[in-house]
């Protein structure tokens, strides 16, 4: 079964900084795109900042300049720092990545979300 696990979400201050990662496991043949998406309370969710297999990225206006996506292939695993972390930054935020796996046809598949609360 291929799954894609979070981790690094907690509670901090405005300002402060979180490192996210999500890795996937499974037995997969490749992986696509990878990218990052968050929800807000009463609010849809938004995507957050995306990276493709050669390592371009795209990052949404209200993160640009804070927030950096990266990834390791060989690791099969994509990252998000959070820096100059606000309120508005609440949500739960989500791994999202587009993989191959072994014997099937490619598909998205998304994480279970990890918790990002920045208090002011």
């Known amino acids: 079964q291929v799954q894609l696990v979070e981790s690094g979400g907690g509670s901090v201050q405005a300002g402060g900084s ?6 996937a496991s499974g037995v997969i043949f490749s992986i696509n795109d990878m990218g990052w ?10 995507l957050v900042a995306t990276i493709t297999r050669a390592s371009r990225t795209n990052y949404a206006d209200s993160v640009e300049g804070r927030f950096t996506i990266s990834r390791d292939n060989a ?5 998000l720092q959070l820096n100059s972390l ?5 949500a739960v935020y989500y791994c999202n990545a587009n993989i191959w796996p072994s014997g099937s046809r490619p598909k998205d598949y998304w994480g279970q ?8």
């Open 18 to 23: 979180l490192r996210l990662s999500c890795a």
């Open 37 to 46: 998406y968050r929800q807000a309370p009463g609010k849809q969710r938004e």
């Open 86 to 90: 606000n309120p508005e930054d609440t």
């Open 75 to 79: 690791k099969n695993t994509v990252y």
């Open 113 to 120: 979300g990890t918790q990002v609360t920045v208090s002011s």
